[in-house]
């Protein structure tokens, strides 16, 4: 079972939350203001969205979190800057953002640590998305290029200070400020489709690093949507319309809308501004009207319809319903917290101000940590590991932490073990690569010398 959740730039209306299968709303989160891709699901544990004042000044952003459980905001944390976009890694392990200045910051989600900031772009940083095995980070900017973040070469400082630069590609195709960035599945070999106001929307290869198709729309398109099959791509235009565009070859090349587009879906009354495809096949769309739209991308019928706000609906997404959700507590706001106190989480916890000594002494904002649960190696790093074991052993000696700091210490060498393996299939990958492009280009060289 999905939920759609959408939020708005209007304050009032907060984001709103409905079953995706009946289209009953099940609860509707207070005081959001979200700008475009400032909207993430956290590891499907809690809600996180960033504020943006139209105030110049450096503290006027915050980010608010939400519990599943609860329409009011529990924590509020201000970062060292505005920041726009957001994003989450599929496992809610990391959160991205992306600042004013055009820098990244990522934080660790289970120890609210800043693990790393680094100046991505020129300009402000307009978009985020995590690869779906979360082992790229790819962003948009202001400047109109699109860069490819592998975090090994982001967080591993001998690989940053060997490489001339951070990122794996630059992409400089766009004109313009870029609006949306999408990524197909498979890893390494994944598809990247990105928007940008120049009213074009440009097919790269994350494997190869080029452009393998530039698609000029009618209309400046500012949000996009990957079919699951990646046979085409649904592009939502200020024009009101959603084009969809053929990502393969062997699709019709040519239409009434122009090259590679091959039909459209058309009901809202004003630009399109947010689009997610579900895993039940369907599509949804969010507009300046207000209107969330949720279409049959087959008969290109509307299945549901939900008004959310006066204002522009700036965010969708599609997320699968947390197993410890209960419908009743939705519905019902009277129902009883301890009747159902077992099946949500425990309340996120107060944010902290304080600095960060292995990144920035001025003002860093810690992120909530949702669980006070034993840490589990598979999504925390080992140096959060080693700090919380001296934690313990500065706390005195007894059997109960001797046995933990031991089982940390067993957790820390596995997770090591792991970075250790991602390192050598990133640098037998690098080599592929080089290999194959070296091998791509004696073989023109050997054509040109057969001419």
């Known amino acids: 079972m999905e939920l759609l959740i959408a939020s708005s730039s209007v304050a009032d209306t907060g984001i709103g939350c409905w079953d995706l299968e009946s289209g009953a709303e099940q609860l ?35 980010i608010l979190y939400w519990s599943w459980s609860k ?43 800043l693990l790393k900031k680094w100046h991505a772009h020129y300009r402000a940083v307009t978009c985020l998305v995590f690869s779906e095995d979360g082992s790229f980070l790819i962003s948009g900017s202001e400047d109109g290029c699109v860069r490819i973040w592998s975090l090994l070469t982001v967080f ?55 452009l393998l198709r530039n698609i000029v729309f009618p209309s400046v ?34 239409s009434s809308y122009g090259m590679h587009i091959i039909g ?24 300046e009207d207000g209107m969330v739209r949720v279409w049959d991308p087959i008969t290109h019928n509307i299945v549901h319809m939900f008004r959310l706000a006066k204002g522009p609906v700036n965010n969708i997404l599609v997320v699968r ?73 500065q706390q005195g000696s007894s059997a109960a932490t001797e046995m933990e700091v031991e089982r940390l210490k067993r957790e820390c060498n596995r997770t090591l073990q792991m970075v250790q393996q991602w390192k050598k299939m990133y640098e037998n990958l690098h080599e592929f690569c080089v290999n194959e492009l070296l091998d791509g280009d004696q073989v023109d060289g050997s054509k040109q010398n057969v001419v």
């Open 28 to 62: 509707r989160y207070k005081s959001c203001a979200s700008p475009p891709h400032g909207l993430a699901c956290v590891g499907q544990r809690f809600l996180a969205s960033s504020q943006l004042r139209e105030q110049p000044s450096a503290s006027s952003g915050s």
């Open 71 to 113: 329409p009011q905001v529990e924590v509020k944390s201000l970062p060292a800057e505005p920041i726009k976009p957001i994003a989450a890694n599929s496992h809610g392990t990391y959160i991205a953002g992306g600042g004013q200045s055009g820098d990244i910051y990522m934080w660790e989600v289970a120890s609210g640590r």
């Open 156 to 210: 591993e400082e001998c690989e940053s200070q060997r490489a001339s630069h951070l990122y794996l590609h630059s992409f400089t195709g766009h004109t313009l400020r870029i609006t949306d960035i999408v990524i197909g599945y498979g890893g390494v070999s994944a598809t990247i489709v990105s928007a940008s106001e120049d009213r074009t929307c440009k097919v790269w290869s994350l494997l190869k690093g080029r």
């Open 221 to 254: 398109i500012d949000a996009i949507a990957l079919d699951p099959a990646e046979h085409v791509f649904y592009a939502g235009s200020r024009d009101g319309s959603i084009y969809i565009a053929a990502l393969n070859a062997e699709s019709p090349s040519t």
């Open 264 to 287: 459209s879906l058309s009901d809202h009354s004003k630009a399109v501004t947010c689009l997610a495809y579900s895993t039940g096949d369907l599509l949804i769309s969010g507009s």
């Open 321 to 393: 319903r947390p197993l410890y959700l209960n419908l009743g507590s939705f519905s019902n706001p009277h129902t009883s917290s301890r009747r159902h106190g077992s099946q949500l989480p425990p309340p996120l916890d107060k944010y902290v101000t304080s600095a960060d000594e292995d990144v920035d002494k001025k003002g860093v904002i810690r992120l909530p940590s949702l669980y006070n649960a034993p840490r589990d190696a598979s999504y925390i790093s080992h140096r959060t590991i080693e700090n919380h074991i001296k934690e313990l052993q």
